[in-house]
């Protein structure tokens, strides 16, 4: 059993940058691929980065690659968010999630575990 608590969520204005944070306890967060989804209102849950147990693979939705990016810290057993250039179609509600193999995953199904989430709200 994993849990798993986001945080770092909140408003921020168009353009400005964010930093979540997933704090993972009970097994051995090294031994879990991990990734970020994220849910707007009426809309389905979709992915937005993931990252694989020992952090030597990302992979990134094609809206957020070249302003986001995923990282792990093992030895804090936390997971890291950073979100920069934010827009307002950013906003919804950001999940950490966390699945007992080596690769890298993209679909919300094939995670064991989910945080709570936080939430993020972009003003334009």
């Known amino acids: 059993q994993v849990q798993l608590v986001e945080s770092g969520g909140g408003l921020v204005q168009a353009g400005g940058s964010l930093r979540l944070s997933c704090a993972a306890s009970g097994r051995t967060f090294s031994r879990y691929g991990m990734g970020w989804f994220r849910q707007a209102p009426g809309k389905e849950r979709e992915f937005v980065a993931a990252i694989s147990w020992i952090g030597g693979s990302t992979y990134y939705a094609d809206s957020v690659k070249g302003r986001f990016t995923i990282s792990r810290d093992n030895a804090k057993n936390t997971l890291y968010l950073q979100m920069n250039s934010l827009k307002p179609e950013d906003t919804a509600v950001y999940y950490c999630?966390?699945?007992?193999?080596?690769?890298?995953?993209?679909?919300?199904?094939?995670?064991?575990?989910w945080g709570q989430g936080t939430q993020v709200t972009v003003s334009s």
């Open positions: 999630a966390a699945h007992q193999g080596i690769v890298v995953v993209t679909t919300p199904t094939s995670y064991d575990y």
